[in-house]
């Protein structure tokens, strides 16, 4: 294993914990707002809090299992699988660093869906308390924003491929065209 795989490693344990923590600190927030607001016997709402529940430990079961448990998997997803020699030349680590500043913003997307899934998950809970459907509009609003921010953290979570080789073509071309400009002064 070399640095970047360390790196890369240490990169996930981080945001594996960030992420955890974010998302028990919002289960234990819909948690009291939705126990808080339910009235006795009410079907609609206990599904819809086991609904949360599930949802809720599948995500932090799939976030502690890949970022934390198995952070080489993480890790060679940024990296590479093969066995690279300890990067000398700073370029080399320029397409490790961009993909590995996508994920960590992927990550903070996916904190902002989770966010906006809360707020979803609240409007809902207060259209089935009471039994209208006022303010559906604004749960369809909610949905909307939270596949967009689903959408592009799992782009960026994948390591935002097709940029990354986009920027690495373009900042090479742009090095040739600087080197052969100085070589005609």
Known sequence: MNKMHTTAKIA???????????????????LSFMFMYMGKGNMPSLMAVAAFLCITLGFVGAVFYFLIYRSDLFANKIVGKEELPDVECTFNWFPFAMRLTAVVVGFLFLEKA?????????????????????????????????LIYLAVSVYLLCGAPHFVRWQVKKTIEMCKEFSEKQGDV
């Open 12 to 30: 996930a344990g981080i945001l594996g914990i960030y992420l955890l923590i974010f998302t028990v600190l919002t289960l234990i927030r819909n």
């Open 114 to 146: 989770i966010v906006v899934w809360d707020i979803l998950i609240s409007h809902i809970g207060f259209i089935f308390k009471s039994a209208t459907f006022k303010g559906m509009d604004q749960v369809h609003l909610y949905g909307v924003i939270f």
